[in-house]
């Protein structure tokens, strides 16, 4: 008999979004890199760094559905987020006072 696999048509069309997402990021900041983290009953996060230091980032419902999209993106997913990886990040002012500016002495949230 033949192997048969159920496609689910609202999956497919959640990974062909998320992947036109990412290729999109990738196109804009000539090329991407990601980190595919599992969030728990919320899906996981597919962290997105760019040639040019951008990073964004884009939520699946599923690992799988996230593994699936970057594939489909043709990026190269990084097991972690650390080493020569996470050091191609730039992060400006902004980045600086959302991380950690109450902690640090940055502006408070009031």
């Known amino acids: ?3 048969t696999q159920q496609v689910d048509p609202k999956a497919e069309r959640k990974v062909t979004r998320l992947a036109k997402q990412i290729s999109g ?3 804009e900041h000539g090329g991407a ?7 728990g009953e919320r899906g996981a996060r597919i962290v997105l760094v760019g040639e040019d230091g951008a990073w964004g980032d884009v939520v699946a419902p599923s690992y799988a559905l996230a593994e699936q999209a970057a594939e489909k993106a043709g990026i190269t997913v990084h097991e972690d987020f650390d080493g020569e ?5 730039k992060t400006g002012p902004y ?3 959302r991380m950690a500016g109450i902690q640090v002495g940055g502006p408070s949230n009031d």
């Open 25 to 27: 990021f990738s196109k």
């Open 1 to 3: 008999m033949a192997d």
């Open 95 to 97: 980045e600086w006072s």
């Open 33 to 39: 890199e990601g980190q595919i983290a599992y969030l």
């Open 85 to 89: 990886f996470a050091a191609k990040v």
